[in-house]
């Protein structure tokens, strides 16, 4: 089972140049013990990427942000350094104090906030899933130095089952807290690439109206109206991407074709071990009425160009050189990679995932016939 990647990627600072404090405007007040000073930058996340919205020099520990406008309940990140130290917290529309130890970075005080207390006490529950698969991983690298094969396989099994109960906790979770900012902010960033569409719109549509303000909600119905756009049956949105070369191959160009539309990166492990098994099904049926499309969320040319040549794939690959903010992967709702589609010869979509083993069986059964 493959894990969300949370996309992190800083934009322009907005400084704030208020002077008067509204209603909507908050003090936030923070003491780090063991950093005694550094640039701190105060973030929010939008649509997956971290928006910073002010920024400070810290100075003996302590900082303040003085007009933060807070409407909803919604998380934020003080970054410090660059990364140096990384702080995340669930902010309330009051004023609050922070209160984190650079030395135990586990350890987080939010006075001010009950929203905060309500997902440490989420997550406090969650651990109990976090705590087996830690146990799960001890063994996975042992039998792996061992190369003790059918119990790594026995082990996926095991940590697959894990992973399935922590995903129906959540889902238990914010279905039965529908008017919880928590439970929001986790199906937002976390459940939506796990749950059957029919799953997701069930929780969203129990959502109180209390929550239909806040950003996160917006969000959602806008990734729930992307994936009705790419389910199976509809036409996949056609597209034209630069390959290598630089020149430009449009996804309609391959109709007449069974297609495998992959989403990769050459940073992911998971999408560099993928391609592997891609040649493998690319070489047996490159000769019949199939292609493969694939699309990489790259910034560096040469690194892809690297991954190309390295990994010997043969077929079509393409980027923006966007990476993770590329337009393609917005018009698909793609926010966890490698990410598959299979499109019959006329472009429409007969089944999507991230486990490329179903896929790769599925169209075994299409060519040969």
Known sequence: MKKLILI???????????????????????????????????????????IPI???????????????????PE???????KGNLIIQFFAD??????????????????QGSKTHAEYVSFLENNSIYENKQLKINEQKDLAYRNNDTSLLKSLDSVSNSIVTEQIEFAEKYAFENNKSYVS???TLSNLSDYLKLSELEKIYNNFGDTLKTSPYYLELKDFIRTKKNVRIGKQSPDFSLPDSSGTSVSLSSLQDKYVLLAFSASWNGYSRK??????????KFQEKDFEIYQVFAENDI???????????????????????????????????LPYYFLLDKKGIIMSSGDDLNEILSEIDTLVEN
């Open 274 to 283: 993928d391609n592997k098994n891609m040649n493998k099904l690319y070489k």
């Open 184 to 186: 929001l902010y986790l």
């Open 93 to 110: 529309p009051h004023d609050m104090q922070i209160n984190a130890d650079f030395n135990n970075q586990g350890k987080l005080e939010v």
């Open 54 to 72: 002010d920024s400070l020099h810290m100075k003996k520990s302590k900082f303040k942000f003085k007009h933060v406008k807070i409407n909803t």
């Open 302 to 336: 040469r690194q892809w160009k690297n991954v190309i040549k390295t990994d010997d794939l043969n077929w079509i690959t393409t980027s923006d050189l966007k990476g993770l903010d590329s337009e393609i992967l917005q018009l698909y709702g793609i926010r966890k």
């Open 75 to 81: 998380m934020f990140w003080f970054v410090i350094d």
């Open 8 to 50: 992190l990627i800083p934009f322009l600072l907005i400084y704030s140049c208020k002077t008067v404090k509204t209603e909507k405007d908050y003090l936030i007040k923070a003491y780090i013990t063991g950093y005694f000073d550094g640039e701190v930058v105060l973030n929010k996340v939008r649509n997956g990427k971290l």
